[in-house]
């Protein structure tokens, strides 16, 4: 079984779909490894905030037929997948990581390069998955995190209640 790391991003009705997206996940996968919740500005856009954190999960899956399943979640959540690349999502589930595969496999790369790029996906994985190492840049998360330029992007953690639980870790 791989651990796998998922980013999961929404600003169109953000609470009600993060939340069936994880729930078809943890019915699809079982326990989740689950960040706080972050609210963040839209990037590449003007738009509502996004809602955004980290899952992580446990599958023998294929990546292509992980990826086919997770684009299901997206589908029945109303994704247009005919909208412009930086604009509203209903949701955006995304393959971060494979245990430490590198490459493009089965039409999806790993890792994916949002991790060194964007808060919104780098702050939560830190938070769930602080002391692993990025696959290639052989630095832990954590270390990523505290090196990233937080002036670039604004984000913040929000109470977020899943299945009768306050996820976000609010210090």
Do not use: C
């Amino acid at each position: 079984m791989a651990l796998i790391y998922l980013s999961l991003g929404s600003n169109v009705e953000a609470q009600r779909n993060i939340e069936a997206a994880m729930d078809a996940l943890a019915d699809t996968f079982g326990e989740l490894i689950i960040s706080s919740v972050y609210e963040s500005e839209a990037v590449g856009f003007e738009g509502d905030s996004f809602y955004n954190l980290v899952v992580g999960i446990h599958s023998a899956l294929g990546v292509g037929e992980l990826s086919k399943i997770l684009k299901s979640v997206e589908d029945v959540q109303g994704r247009d997948r005919s909208a412009p690349k930086f604009g509203a999502r209903s949701l955006d589930i995304d393959i971060l990581t494979v245990d430490d595969l590198v490459g493009e496999i089965e039409g999806v790369t790993i890792p994916r390069d949002e991790i060194l790029k964007n808060a919104f996906v780098l702050q939560p994985l830190a938070e769930i998955a602080g002391t692993t190492l990025h696959p290639q840049e052989r630095l832990s998360y954590q270390q990523l995190w505290q090196n990233f330029n937080k002036d670039k992007q604004k984000l913040w953690p929000i109470e977020f209640i899943w299945r009768g639980k306050n996820i976000t870790r609010i210090t």
